[in-house]
């Protein structure tokens, strides 16, 4: 599945360059907004291309910084957008101001929109209520994770396509609502991926270890990777972790093992992918295809 849909994308991707370089000699910029529906928890994707060199590139969403990515030896850059699982629908405005070489600056908009999306639903059998104790355990761990999630590193760390991080089928399908004995919780933000207790876990991509807890209530044994520019990757449930935090790592280095602590039904990782702590689907993550300029 995983595969068809990269072509899919990649044959998606080439259609669009083909129209962008009819296009560009005309409008001298050239935007493009993918995915073609854009939902809540989709990662959006902005392409930008020029006939020139641009001295310098700056665009925003709804007064949000974007960061834009030099695509090497072409004149296109590009930048990510998250829509949050539980975003609001309708317009949303991209703004792009380019300086050109010669000092001339350009502007840019675009707009899109968030349309909705059934994801499904899952009933769990969890306890329903919490004592205080427990209740501020779990949310000063929830203020430990959003306080990192917040810091967004300048620099991209991350390089070409996302891997799987675990050998297995997947078990929990990200979007589904939440019950649990029939009231509603927050919405699966990650996907499962069964696999044993003590299966070897990968490191999507490059980053550095930003936070790692071996006992945190929902998420038993959890670490989050910094991938740059306010885009990181979560495992959950461990059973073993082999990072500390601070730590750089590369693309498929064994950062822990499968488990099932915390609140799991059983052994399985739940691997969740935000950008600027917004929950996007990591399908979208690990769908995306590194750049490479087609030949035509
Ligand atoms: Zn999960």
């Known amino acids: 599945m995983k595969y068809d849909q990269r072509i899919k994308l990649s044959l998606l991707y080439i259609v669009f360059i083909l129209l962008m ?9 050239s935007l493009s907004i993918t995915p073609e529906k854009i939902y809540p928890g989709r990662l959006v994707i902005i392409t930008m291309s020029t006939m020139y060199s641009l001295e310098k590139i700056q665009g925003d969403v709804e007064g949000h910084t974007l960061y834009f990515n030099k695509i090497e030896t072409t004149n296109t850059y590009q930048a990510f957008w998250p829509i949050d699982l539980e975003d609001h629908l309708g317009r949303r405005t991209v703004k792009i101001t380019t300086t050109l070489k010669d000092t001339r600056t350009l502007h840019y908009s675009a707009d899109f929109d968030v349309v909705d999306k059934e994801y499904g639903r899952r009933d769990l059998e969890f306890e329903k209520t919490y004592d205080q104790k427990t209740l501020n355990r779990i949310n000063s761990e929830k203020d430990k994770v959003t306080h990192v999630l917040e810091k967004v590193s300048q620099k991209k760390l991350w390089e ?31 996907i499962d991926f069964a696999a044993p207790v003590g299966a070897k876990i990968q490191a999507t991509n490059d980053g550095i270890v ?87």
Do not use: C, W
């Open 210 to 296: 930003a936070f790692t807890d071996e006992d945190f209530y929902f998420e038993g044994k959890i670490i989050l990777i910094d991938h740059g520019q306010g885009l990181f990757s979560i495992y959950v449930h461990l059973s073993k972790i082999s990072v500390t935090k601070g730590q750089k790592i590369k693309k498929g280095d064994i950062i822990g093992e499968v488990g099932q602590t915390g609140r799991a039904a059983g052994a399985h990782l739940h691997f969740a992918t935000k950008l600027f702590n917004k929950r996007i689907s990591p399908e979208d993550i690990l769908s995306l295809v590194s750049y490479e300029v087609p030949n035509v």
């Open 21 to 29: 370089s009819n296009h560009v000699s005309a409008a001298e910029i």
């Open 160 to 190: 070409g396509s996302f891997i799987k991080p675990v050998e297995g089928p997947m078990s929990g399908e990200f979007g589904k609502k939440t019950f649990v004995q029939g009231e509603e919780r927050s919405p699966h933000a990650g």
